[in-house]
């Protein structure tokens, strides 16, 4: 099990939050989300998570994630 944990810009309301941890939630591999609507932190744990997966169901969701 790996923890990656990754900035999402533009969340703004619980709503935002509930979005984000919805679509990640669904990618492959996936085990658990805790997203922090102040800092925009995702944290993903799982196995075998693709990052850019993780990328896209947050692009879904209507939002980005910040460049490292």
Do not use: I, N, W
Request: glycine fraction near 12%; charged fraction near 20%.
């Amino acid at each position: 099990m790996e923890q990656r944990t990754y900035t999402v810009t533009g969340m703004t309301c619980g709503h935002c939050v509930a979005s984000v941890t919805e679509e990640v939630g669904d990618v492959a591999g996936v085990q658990s989300v805790d997203v922090v609507l102040e800092t925009g932190a995702v944290t993903v744990t799982g196995a075998g998570v693709s990052d850019d997966a993780v990328k896209a169901a947050v692009e879904e969701a209507g939002y980005a994630v910040a460049a490292s």
